[in-house]
Nanobody, 126 residues
């Protein structure tokens, strides 16, 4: 059973950058497909990015491809979301999630994930 903890959120000015971390414990993330999601007040949860267990397959939401990128470090057992040129519309609670998958498994549907962190809040000031 893997446990996930997000960190790196905070208050940032428009145009700023943040790197979110999702640190896993209990099992190696090399066995898990992982993803980043966010939810803003009054809005549905949005899929931001996903990465396969092998790390060789990645997905980034088309609308965010120019600003967000996903990566992971199996030795650190941590997944990252690098965000740049942040906008007020990026303000939300950001979550990471994981699910066991085959090495090239890439899942973009949040309903497929069965392990979730508690989230880290990102606030972008205008």
């Amino acid at each position: 059973q893997v446990q996930l903890v997000e960190s790196g959120g905070g208050l940032v000015q428009t145009g700023g950058s943040l790197r979110l971390s999702c640190t896993a414990s209990g099992e190696s993330i090399s066995n898990y497909a992982m993803g980043w999601f966010r939810q803003a007040p009054g809005k549905e949860r949005q899929t931001l990015a996903a990465i396969s267990p092998s790390g060789s397959a990645t997905f980034v939401n088309f609308s965010l491809k120019d600003r967000f990128s996903i990566s992971k470090d199996d030795i650190e057992n941590t997944m990252y979301l690098q965000m740049k040129n942040l906008e007020p519309e990026d303000t939300a609670l950001y979550y990471c999630a994981a699910v066991r998958a085959t090495p090239m498994g890439l899942l973009t549907d949040s309903a497929r994930y069965d392990h979730w962190g508690k989230g880290t809040r990102v606030t972008v000031a205008s």
